[in-house]
């Protein structure tokens, strides 16, 4: 009789498979990018998924998974480091880094003080938001600057005693069509 009972649950669990991947066989390509879109909030902070923020101190453990118990995959140590959150639950926020590796953070250890830097070679800042303004600085690879402003093609940026305007796609930190003001 046991083995009885075990062959028709076999049979349920495979019924079952086949009904699930039979949905996804009917599901309309709209049905599947929205799905693939939908981004997880479970009791987060209410703001918006995806945004930016940037690391609150100079060390910040990045974990495999919501929670403390999870193993430390990487550790940041340069507060001011830009991040995308993609998902929340709880107090946690999965987070990427530009680099594409994503984990876990607790966010009382992220700040929603905007900050971006330099990702693909060096680039100029000029006084103005255009290219016949003149140059005020050059910014390495990497540097981290602080967001003041990215109304479309370009951002106002600040580090140390240095302000000016870099073009939008030189920088990481800043969402396409998210406008900064």
């Not at 107090?91 to 953070?105: E, F, H, Q, S």
């Amino acid at each position: 009789m046991k083995k009885k009972y075990h062959k028709a649950g076999a049979i349920l669990i495979r019924f079952g498979l086949l009904a699930v991947l039979g949905c996804g066989a009917i599901m309309s390509p709209a049905g599947i990018a929205a799905a693939q879109e939908a981004k997880l909030t479970v009791r987060g902070s209410g703001l918006p998924v995806p945004r930016f923020v940037s690391l609150k101190f100079n060390e910040a453990n990045l974990r495999a998974g919501p929670g403390s118990e999870y193993p430390v995959l990487w550790q940041y140590r340069q507060a001011g480091f830009p991040l995308l959150v993609d998902a929340e639950f709880g107090v946690w926020r999965k987070v990427r880094d530009a680099d594409g590796t994503t984990g876990w953070m607790h966010g009382a250890g992220l700040s929603l003080r905007r900050m971006a830097f330099i990702h693909n070679g060096m680039a100029k800042l000029y006084q103005r938001d255009n290219k016949q303004s003149g140059v005020v600085a050059v910014a390495e690879k990497n540097a981290l600057l602080e967001l003041e402003s990215c109304p479309k093609n370009w951002c106002r940026v600040a580090t140390d005693n240095v302000k000016g305007w870099v073009e939008r796609s030189a920088v990481w930190g800043v969402l396409d069509g998210e406008s900064l003001k």
